[in-house]
C-alpha cells in the first residue's frame, strides 16, 4: 500500500495518483466540506489546527490497520489547516483498490478513525477570516 | 435530490455539480475502471451494452428507493457503453450531501443495486477494439 499524508494551509489541490496499476478497478474519493449550519448556527468557516507530528503517526497506523482487513493499493490523504470558508473541502481523502468493497470501506473507515484518534480540532468561533 | 443519469460512448467526463448548496458537508465519488485480470484471464478492455430506457428507469427507482433510507441532495450516475480499454473507467458515481454516512451508504447500495437490476452487461470477449 502506497500511503501519502499531507496537511496544507492551502485550498486543497487534489494530486496525481502515485501508483500505476491495470489491477486498479476502483477509485473511491471523499470530499469534507465545511456547511454553513453547524448546529443550527450559521458559520462562515471553520478554523482548523492539528498537531502534525502526531496525527501523521496515528494516520499512518489507522491506514495500516486497515490494509489488513480491506487491503488497498494506495491511499491519499490530505486535510486542510487554518481557515476554511463555508463551501471549501477541509479533508480529500482517495482510496484506490482492486475491488470496490475493500475501496468503501477502508475510505469510511478511516474517517471515523479520524475523526476519534487523530489530534486535528476545529474551531467553531474563529477568528474573522480577515484576521487569520 | 436532483438525480442526472447518463450513458454515452465517449471517455467519462466529470461534470460539474447540478445544484448549489452552503449545505452540502460531503461529497463520494466513485470511479469503476476496467481491470486486466478478470477471473484469472488478462483482457485488453471489456465492451458494455445497455438497454438504455429500462435502465434509466431503474436507475431513477433505485436512487428513489435509496433516497428513504439515505437521504442526499444530489447523485450523478455516468456510464460508458461500447468498448472500454483497461484502466479507464466505465462507470462514475458522485453523490453529494449534507452528510457522510448517507452519502456512503447511498453510493454504495447504488452501485450494488445497479449489479443486480440494471440491465447493462459486460462483454469478456468482445471484438477486438478496431473493429468496435
Redesign the interface.
Known sequence: MHAVIQFTQSPIAIPEAHTVS????????????????EQGHPLAGLHYEAYEPMAVLQLERIFQQLHTQSPVAEVTFLHRLGWVP??HASLYLRVRS?H?AE??AF??AA?EAMKRDVPIWKLQRPLPPDAC
Chains 1, 2 share one sequence.
Open positions: 491495470r489491477e486498479i478497478g476502483a477509485i473511491v474519493e471523499f470530499h469534507g466540506i465545511v456547511r454553513e449550519l463555508v463551501g482492486s470496490r475501496a468503501f475510505c469510511s474517517i
